[in-house]
C-alpha cells in the first residue's frame, strides 16, 4: 500500500521544510553507487524513481552500479568457482565472459526502468534519456599477494568532458562495473572505487554510497551521522568496522580527499534513503565532509528571520526578554549562530562593556530538536574565546530559569552591584533575574 501524502497544514509544513533544498542541489553533480543487492531485492525500482526526481529537479545525475551477486551466482550456476586475492576477484576469460553477460544484462534492465515514463511512470512525459559508453579507461590491478588478477582492473582515467556533456544535455549518465583499455580489453572494475574516482574526477558535489548497513557505525554499533575528515581516519585506523564497513569508510575518504565536498553512506534497504538524507537536515546515514558539519559563525542581518524563529517561543514562555525584528537588526553584530545544513540551530549574543573589563552573554538559544547535542556549550565556548581576545576580565549573564546549567559552566551567583554601571541601569526588576558571573582565566 501507498503511502499517503500529509494533508493540510503537514503538507504545508512539509513543502517549507524542503523547499529549501531543491534550490540548493539544483544544477549540482550528485555520482550515486548501488550494488547488485540493491537490485536484486526488488526495491531499486523506488531507487531509480527517487533518482529520477532528483534528476527532474535540476541535478545532475551520474549512477554507478555493482553487480557481484549476480555474478557470482551465474559462477556458481556454471561451475566456476570465485576466486579471490587481496579481497579482489580474479578475472580470468572465463570469469570475464559471465561479467560481461551479466553487467550487460543489468545495465540493459537499468536503462529500462531509468525510460519508464511515458505510460504510467511517475513523471509522465518524455522517459528520461540515459547516457552509458566508454567513458572509464582502466588498467589491470596487477599480481596481488602472488596472484595474477588478470582483468581485473583499476580506474587509469575518466573521459571527464564527454560525462559532462551528457549531463549538460540533461541525460543521467549510467556506469557499469567495467573499464575499457586503449588496446580494446576490458576490465573488472570495483563500482564503489569507479564512483568515487568518477566523482573526484568530474567535480561531484555529492557521491552517494547505497549499503547493506544504515551507515558508518560506531564501536558501540551506533550510527555515526556525521564523521570529519580526522575522525574518519582514526575510525579506518581502528580496525573495529566489518569488512563492508571498512571498505566503505575507506572509499568515502578517499574520495573527500581527492575533493569531494560530501560523501553520504546509506542503507539501500530503506524506502527514499537517498531523498531521506538529501531533503532532511539530518538525514539518515552517515555524512562525511573535510569540513565541519555544524558551523559556528558571526551572525549576519540574513539570520535574523532565522533568529526570531528560536528566540520567540522562549520569550513568549518568559525565560528571554522579548527583542523586535528592529532590535535584532540593529544589535545583529553581537550575535553568533550555529548553522546546519545551512538552518540556524542555535544563537548567543556577547555585549561587550569595555570600561568595566566585563562583558554579557546573552540570548542563549538552542533549536528543541537540538537540545542535549552541546550546541549551547559550543557557542558559550565560542563567545568565551572572544571576550578574551577583548581583553575581558569576566562575562556574566542575568537568567531566570538557566541558573543551574550556568552553574555547572563555572558560573558563580553574584549581585546587581558587581555589574558595570550601565548594566545596572537597565536591569528589569520585574524579571527580577539571576546574576551570575565567570572569571575568564
Known amino acids: 500500500m501507498t503511502e499517503a501524502p500529509p494533508s493540510g497544514d503537514a503538507m504545508v509544513g512539509w513543502l517549507r521544510q524542503v523547499s529549501p533544498y531543491f534550490q540548493q542541489h539544483r544544477g549540482k553533480t550528485f555520482v550515486v553507487c548501488f550494488g547488485g543487492a540493491a537490485v536484486q531485492d526488488g526495491g531499486y525500482v523506488n531507487l531509480l524513481r527517487d533518482l529520477m526526481l532528483l534528476a527532474a529537479v535540476g541535478v545532475r545525475l551520474v549512477v554507478v552500479f555493482g553487480a557481484r551477486p549476480q555474478i557470482e551466482a551465474q559462477l556458481m550456476a556454471r561451475a566456476l568457482t570465485p576466486r579471490l586475492a587481496g579481497g579482489l576477484r580474479v578475472s580470468d576469460r572465463d570469469s570475464m565472459q559471465v561479467i560481461r553477460e551479466v553487467v550487460g544484462a543489468m545495465r540493459l534492465e537499468l536503462e529500462a526502468a531509468f525510460s519508464f515514463g511515458s505510460r504510467g511512470g511517475p513523471f509522465g512525459g518524455t522517459p528520461r534519456r540515459v547516457a552509458s559508453g566508454n567513458f572509464v579507461i582502466a588498467r589491470p590491478a596487477g599480481i596481488v ?117 560530501r560523501v553520504h553512506v546509506v542503507s539501500q534497504r530503506v524506502d527514499g534513503a537517498v531523498l531521506r ?67 540556524v540551530v542555535a544563537c548567543a549574543a556577547l555585549y561587550p562593556y569595555a570600561d568595566s573589563g566585563m562583558a554579557e552573554i546573552a540570548c542563549v538559544a538552542v533549536h528543541p530538536d537540538y537540545r542535549g547535542e552541546q550546541f549551547g556549550d559550543r557557542l558559550l565556548a565560542e563567545l568565551e574565546t572572544d571576550a578574551r581576545t577583548r581583553g575581558d576580565r569576566a562575562v556574566f549573564v542575568l537568567t531566570t530559569q538557566a541558573t543551574q546549567w550556568f552553574g555547572e559552566r563555572g558560573f558563580r551567583a553574584a549581585s546587581l552591584e558587581d555589574l558595570p554601571l550601565a548594566r545596572r541601569e537597565l536591569y528589569n526588576y520585574q524579571r527580577n533575574s539571576a546574576v551570575m558571573i565567570k572569571a575568564l582565566t
Do not use: Y
Not at 576490458?186 to 544504515?214: M, Q, Y
Not at 565541519?292 to 518568559?318: K, M, N, S
Open 277 to 343: 538524507e538529501l531533503f532532511t537536515r539530518d538525514g539518515i546515514g552517515t555524512l562525511l565532509s573535510n569540513a565541519p558539519f555544524d558551523q559556528v559563525r558571526q551572525a549576519t542581518i540574513d539570520d535574523v528571520g532565522g533568529i526570531l524563529e528560536l528566540v520567540q517561543p522562549l520569550e513568549q514562555a518568559g525565560v528571554l526578554v522579548k527583542r523586535s525584528r528592529e532590535k535584532l537588526e540593529a544589535e545583529i553584530e553581537h550575535f553568533v549562530v550555529m548553522e546546519r545544513e545551512r538552518t
Open 145 to 261: 599477494d602472488g596472484v595474477d588478477l588478470m582483468f581485473t582492473g583499476q580506474v587509469r582515467s575518466v573521459d571527464r568532458d564527454a560525462i559532462s556533456a551528457r549531463l549538460a544535455a540533461g541525460e543521467i549518465v549510467l556506469l557499469p562495473p567495467l573499464g575499457f583499455s586503449p588496446t580494446g580489453e576490458l576490465f573488472n572494475l570495483r563500482a564503489s572505487e569507479l564512483a568515487a574516482s568518477v566523482a573526484s574526477e568530474i567535480g561531484a558535489t555529492k557521491l552517494i554510497l547505497l549499503s547493506e548497513h544504515s551507515g558508518i557505525a560506531n564501536p558501540d554499533g551506533s550510527c555515526n551521522r556525521q564523521l570529519t575528515l580526522r575522525q574518519a581516519r582514526a575510525l579506518r585506523d581502528a580496525h573495529s568496522l566489518s569488512g563492508e564497513q571498512q571498505e566503505l569508510l575507506t572509499t568515502a575518504l578517499a574520495a573527500v580527499q581527492q575533493g569531494v565536498e
